[in-house]
C-alpha cells in the first residue's frame, strides 16, 4: 500500500509570497494519478489539481502542480488570503486511494 | 450544479451501525460515475472509506471492510453508507462525494459538506 508524505506539516508564509509543497509517495505513483485538494475551516475538500499537474475547473492559475515517480510539488504563486488553508494530496491509482497528512499554510 | 449532501444521526452508541446517506442533484446516481465516502476524525487527516458503481461494483478500505456496506438508491438519487460495530474511533467528520471512473479521471471532484458522528454512550 503506498504511503504519502507530505512536508512540511506548516508553512508560515505572508500574503504576496510563494508557497511550495510536497508530496512524497513511498513507491512510484503510476500514470501520476496525483492530486491535491485544498480544505478550508469547516469546509470540504475542493480538488485542485488531478494528473500531478492539470488545474481542476475554476482554479486560479497560480496554482501548479508538478512531478512524478515519487516527487510531486504544490506551487501557490502568490499567496491570496484565501490561500490559507491546508492541503491534502492523494494518490488514485491503487485501491484503497491514500490521501496525506496535510499541509497547513497558515498567515506569518 | 452537482451537489451532494449528507444526512443521518450525529450520534451513535458504541456497538451500534453507524447510517449515513448522501443526496444527489445535478448528476444521476446511475450516471457513469462512483460514489464514495471519506472521513476525517476531528483535527487530523482524510481517510478514504469506500466507492459504489451502479453496476454493484464495490471498492472497500480493507481496514474497515468487514463492518462497511455502501448501496445506492436510484429511485431517490442518494446513497448510503452502513458502518456496523461503532467505536470511538470510529467518531468523524463523514463526506460523500463523486468519483470518475477511468483510472485517469478517479479523483473526487464533487463533495458534500460533511456530517459529524460522534460515537458516545
Known amino acids: 500500500e503506498i504511503v504519502l508524505t507530505q512536508s512540511p506539516g506548516t508553512l508560515s508564509l505572508s500574503p504576496g509570497e510563494r508557497a511550495t509543497l510536497s508530496c512524497r509517495a513511498s513507491?512510484?505513483?503510476?500514470?501520476?494519478?496525483l492530486a491535491w485538494y485544498q480544505q478550508k475551516p469547516g469546509q470540504a475538500p475542493r480538488l485542485l489539481i488531478y494528473g500531478a499537474s492539470s488545474r481542476a475547473t475554476g482554479i486560479p492559475d497560480r496554482f501548479s502542480g508538478s512531478g512524478s515517480g515519487t516527487d510531486f510539488t504544490l506551487t501557490i504563486s502568490r499567496l491570496e488570503p484565501e490561500d490559507f488553508a491546508v492541503y491534502y494530496c492523494?494518490?488514485?491509482?491503487?485501491?484503497?486511494?491514500?490521501f496525506g497528512g496535510g499541509t497547513k499554510v497558515e498567515i506569518k | 450544479q452537482v451537489q451532494l449532501q449528507e444526512s443521518g444521526p450525529g450520534l451513535v452508541k458504541p456497538s451500534e451501525t453507524l447510517s449515513l446517506t448522501c443526496a444527489v442533484s445535478g448528476s444521476s446516481i446511475s450516471s457513469a460515475y462512483y460514489w464514495g465516502w471519506i472521513r476525517q476524525p476531528p483535527g487530523k487527516g482524510l481517510e478514504w472509506i469506500g466507492i459504489f458503481y451502479r453496476g454493484g461494483s464495490t471498492h472497500y478500505n480493507p481496514s474497515l471492510k468487514s463492518r462497511l456496506t455502501i448501496s445506492i438508491d436510484t429511485s431517490k438519487n442518494q446513497f448510503s453508507l452502513k458502518l456496523s460495530s461503532v467505536t470511538a474511533a470510529d467518531t468523524a467528520l463523514y463526506y460523500c462525494?463523486?468519483?470518475?471512473?477511468?483510472?485517469?479521471?478517479?479523483?473526487?471532484?464533487?463533495w458534500g459538506q460533511g456530517t459529524l458522528v460522534t460515537v458516545s454512550s
Open positions: 513507491q512510484s505513483v503510476s500514470s501520476s494519478y
Open positions: 462525494a463523486r468519483r470518475g471512473v477511468p483510472a485517469d479521471k478517479s479523483y473526487f471532484d464533487y
Open positions: 492523494q494518490q488514485y491509482g491503487t485501491s484503497p486511494p491514500p
